[in-house]
T-cell receptor, first 113, second 112 residues
Framework: NAGVTQTPKFQVLKTGQSMTLQCAQDMNHNSMYWYRQDPGMGLRLIYYSASEGTTDKGEVPNGYNVSRLNKREFSLRLESAAPSQTSVYFC????????????FGPGTRLLVL | SQQGEEDPQALSIQEGENATMNCSYKTSINNLQWYRQNSGRGLVHLILIRSNEREKHSGRLRVTLDTSKKSSSLLITASRAADTASYFCATDGVGGYQKVTFGTGTKLQVIP
């Protein structure tokens, strides 16, 4: 049981480049989330998916897109990376709503130059 | 916007001492959760307390919730070096039932 996995672990991008962060969970959870963590800011929700086929904006969605490919996978895409998107990105999942226990992946460290 | 705010921002104690950290929030909640994050790792869920509960225990952890004061505390008893981590509270009640908002965390250092 791997839990929540994320790829890649590290990535360096140049301004304007695009990339997709991958997330998968093997717990048959309905809900999945993407957060970013910046120093002194805690975690901020980018997008979430309450069920397969649905996605909704969180607190800081600008500059990102998401796809809930199936129940297991939830990807986050940066179409044109900016230095302000330098951060650590975490994917999480929960069986029910976001009010319940969330299980986090190990994170992706992204540096945009 | 932050719903939960932890206090203190940083805490340094000796091994064996108790550590207490607090979380204050602004709007009514259904659940409040505490998570731990070891350096460079993802968050790990510690405990969930519902709005109709006042106290909850899990091993060396004790969480209290005072809805009248909109605050919660996390007590770690007999701390160990392995408890060194950042601790976050997460609250719902803002933006619908699907989401929680995390605070900025308390960084705990336990000195062996």
């Amino acid at each position: 049981n791997a839990g929540v996995t994320q790829t890649p672990k590290f990535q360096v991008l140049k301004t304007g480049q695009s990339m997709t962060l991958q997330c998968a969970q093997d717990m048959n959870h309905n809900s999945m989330y993407w957060y970013r963590q910046d120093p002194g800011m805690g975690l901020r929700l980018i997008y979430y998916s309450a069920s397969e086929g649905t996605t909704d904006k969180g607190e800081v969605p600008n500059g990102y897109n998401v796809s809930r490919l199936n129940k297991r996978e939830f990807s986050l895409r940066l179409e044109s990376a900016a230095p302000s998107q330098t951060s650590v990105y975490f994917c999480a999942s929960s069986a029910g709503t976001g009010r319940e226990t969330q299980y986090f992946g190990p994170g992706t460290r992204l540096l945009v130059l | 916007s932050q719903q939960g705010e932890e206090d203190p921002q940083a805490l340094s104690i000796q091994e064996g001492e108790n550590a207490t950290m607090n979380c204050s929030y602004k709007t009514s909640i259904n659940n409040l959760q505490w998570y731990r994050q070891n350096s460079g790792r993802g968050l790990v869920h510690l405990i969930l307390i519902r709005s109709n509960e006042r106290e909850k225990h899990s091993g060396r952890l004790r969480v209290t919730l005072d809805t009248s004061k909109k605050s919660s505390s996390l007590l770690i008893t007999a701390s160990r070096a392995a408890d060194t981590a950042s601790y976050f509270c997460a609250t719902d009640g803002v933006g619908g039932y699907q989401k929680v908002t995390f605070g900025t965390g308390t960084k705990l250092q336990v000195i062996p």
